[in-house]
């Protein structure tokens, strides 16, 4: 049998009609960080010195927003998500305001509560064909503009109503920065089992969600048992290829077991409770606005919905240079999708951004056309 062109073949980890496209052949394995701070826009807050854990200060200029201290760590993902023709839950979601979070179907987002509602019980054969053409036609455009980048660059994603979904550069494995701080609360809540969190937990995860403090992460992440809890999670969720450390932000991770960790945000199935994967994803949904940056780029419509984290951190044996992460959930009238896109190696924080947000645009912007025929 014939072996198909690499940006169509299927995926059976990220479920049927998955595809995966070729990522840029440049890159090295994730090197280590060097220093940490905490935002694009940093003086808007206060921030933690990542380089002293359990010191904060005022930030000034442009700093890299996690190393971790002698506690940080890795970002969990669970499996990329196939097709959901099961139990009702097919294609075309649209986001309805003010609905209860049910059965932890899907998740809350952003002020107030969110649920996305199916339009269909289960794609039609014609519209998974036609959402494969499109991804496979996002791939290319993502490959294509990631060949010009300096640096290493994975990106992968997937609509949860059909399964269709691509990755680039799904081989190369990064340093995670902020992005394991979706992890280190996920672990703490499986670690809990349906127990609500302390009021200072509750405040501790906000503070590390949606404005990604430094300390708040390194008292979840002792809390949880440091890289032990990480493996743990590891291992439940089925992220192989995410290797925690001691220092959280320089935990290694790929695109592929980001989506993976935001299936468990998600899918009905997941092993988090629905209370609890409410929880996290109403923080990404209140993500400050200064860090609103990465995948929220490839919503399309006054009626999106963006769910978020992101990472960014300079890594010394990089000389210095930026690592910018976001990995996130788009909602829209017909679509469903969750996007991880790591990178490393661009001059600034500004440039790694602006990759980032190219490349989402270009592969949401390309995914909501008709793809030719054929």
Same mark, same amino acid.
């Given at each position: ?13 990220? #479920? ?5 496209? *070729? #990522?840029? !052949? ?10 940490? =701070? ?8 206060? @921030? ?11 930030? +000034?200029?442009?700093? @890299? ?43 809350? %987002? ?24 499109? !991804? ?7 490959? %294509?503009? @990631?060949? &010009? ?15 269709? =979904?691509?990755?680039? &550069? ?35 995860? *906000?503070?590390?969600?949606?404005? +990604?403090?430094? @300390?708040?992460? $390194? ?8 890289? $032990? ?25 790929? $695109? ?11 899918? *009905? ?24 940056? &990465?995948?929220?780029? &490839?919503?399309?419509?006054? =009626? ?6 992101? %990472? ?19 909602? *829209? ?9 790591? +990178? ?7 440039? %790694? ?22």
């Amino acid at each position: 049998m014939p072996v198909p062109p690499a940006a169509e073949r299927t995926a059976p980890d990220l #479920g049927a009609y998955v595809i995966i496209g *070729e #990522g840029p !052949a440049s890159g090295r394995l994730a090197g280590r960080s060097g220093r940490s =701070g905490n935002s694009r826009h940093p003086a808007r807050r206060t @921030a933690t010195d990542a380089r002293h854990p359990g010191r904060r200060t005022a930030t +000034s200029g442009r700093r @890299a927003d996690s190393r971790g201290g002698t506690s940080r760590r890795s970002l969990l993902g669970f499996g990329l998500f196939g097709l959901l023709v099961a139990g009702g839950l097919g294609y075309g979601w649209r986001a309805a305001a003010g609905l209860p979070v049910t059965g932890g179907r899907v998740a809350a %987002g952003g002020p107030g509560t969110v649920v996305a509602v199916p339009t269909a019980a289960v794609p039609t054969p014609d519209i998974v064909a036609e959402q494969r053409r499109r !991804a496979a036609l996002a791939a290319r455009q993502v490959r %294509g503009y @990631a060949a &010009g980048l300096p640096g290493q660059f994975s990106f992968a994603a997937v609509e949860r109503g059909t399964g269709a =979904g691509f990755r680039t &550069g799904d081989e190369l494995q990064f340093q995670t920065a902020s992005i394991v701080k979706v992890e280190i609360l996920t672990a703490l809540l499986l670690d809990r089992d349906g127990i609500p969190l302390t009021a200072v937990q509750r405040d501790r995860a *906000e503070a590390m969600i949606t404005a +990604s403090d430094n @300390a708040a992460a $390194s008292e979840l992440f002792a809390a949880i048992g440091g890289v $032990s809890g990480l493996d743990r999670v590891n291992t439940e969720l089925g992220l192989t290829r995410t290797r925690p450390r001691s220092a959280w932000g320089t935990t290694v991770t790929t $695109s592929a077991d980001q989506v993976r960790l935001l299936r468990v945000l998600v899918d *009905e199935e997941s092993p988090l409770r629905s209370a609890d994967r409410g929880l996290v994803l109403d923080l990404m949904g209140r993500v400050v606005d200064g860090q609103r940056w &990465g995948v929220p780029a &490839g919503a399309g419509t006054t =009626g999106s919905r963006t769910w978020v984290k992101n %990472g960014w951190d300079t890594v010394d044996d990089h000389d210095g240079r930026w690592l910018v992460n976001s990995i996130g959930r788009i909602v *829209e009238d017909d679509h469903d999708w969750l996007v991880a896109v790591l +990178s490393d190696h661009h001059d600034s924080l500004d440039a %790694g951004i602006a990759a980032v947000e190219q490349a989402v645009r270009i592969a949401f912007d390309t995914w909501r056309r008709p793809a030719p025929a054929g």
